[in-house]
């Protein structure tokens, strides 16, 4: 911590200036009341992230998968933190990079739940509207969404993508449950083996016409003698 004009503005690290901006991966721009005015923030420099995490569709609804590590730079200091968390009756979200971005969209989606609770009028945003909000909230028209049958973020674009698009890819619609699980467990099996940032410890969540599951965090066997 850096005391030097204390009076002016607080600089920890001299990563964040409250006299100035904080940055989250340049993507989010909030502002919120601090106390005289709003500021807005962003954080340039990210110090505790989460790696890959991946979702696909199958025959019965949509997986997600995502490890339970939060990395404090390179170090793997947190390692129960939950990236997937529900919103609603049938969505859920998992999030990758900034865990702090992570936090303040549920934090958002619980007040926004709230209100639609309250409201009781019947109607739940569903997985589009959701979709259309985090659009919104995250790239304010500065960027772009898309949709897939398959998506990986990260690391996970380049080891555990092709797994997904060679095992799900044009059969989205055969694909059983135990054969999703299994190519969950597979992928994450890979991300542990050649992802220095991921952890043998992970959740996943299952999301249905009958709504939504997220598994305990469990881990997969691994063979290193090979």
């Known amino acids: 911590m850096n005391f030097n004009n204390f009076n002016n503005f607080i600089n920890f690290d001299n990563n964040i200036n409250f006299d100035n901006n904080i940055n989250f991966n340049n993507n989010i721009n909030f ?41 404090y730079g390179s170090l793997a200091r947190f390692k129960s933190v939950e990236r997937i968390f529900p919103v609603g009756e049938f969505t859920c979200i998992a999030g990758s990079g900034d865990i702090s971005d992570l936090q303040y ?20 945003l569903a997985a589009p509207h959701i979709h259309e909000y985090l659009h919104q909230v995250l790239y304010d028209l500065k960027g772009t969404t898309y949709k897939s049958s398959s998506i990986a973020t ?10 997904l698009r060679k095992s799900i890819d044009g059969r989205e619609d055969e694909v059983t449950e135990e054969e999703a699980i299994e190519i969950v467990d597979n992928c ?33 066997d691994t063979v290193w003698n090979e």
């Open 31 to 71: 502002r919120e009341n601090v106390g005289v005015g709003n500021v807005t923030k962003q954080t340039t420099q990210p110090i505790v992230t989460g790696t890959s995490i991946i979702g696909f569709k199958y025959r019965d609804g949509v997986m997600l998968a995502a490890d339970n590590l939060a990395s």
């Open 105 to 124: 969209v549920k934090h958002l989606f619980e007040s926004l739940m709230i209100k639609e609770y309250y409201i009781n009028d019947g109607h739940v």
């Open 154 to 163: 990260g690391l996970g674009r380049q080891l555990m993508l092709p797994l």
């Open 188 to 220: 994450m099996r890979v991300s542990y083996y050649r992802d220095a940032r991921s952890l043998n410890k992970f959740q996943r969540a299952k999301i249905t016409a009958k709504g939504f599951e997220i598994t305990a965090p469990y881990s997969v």
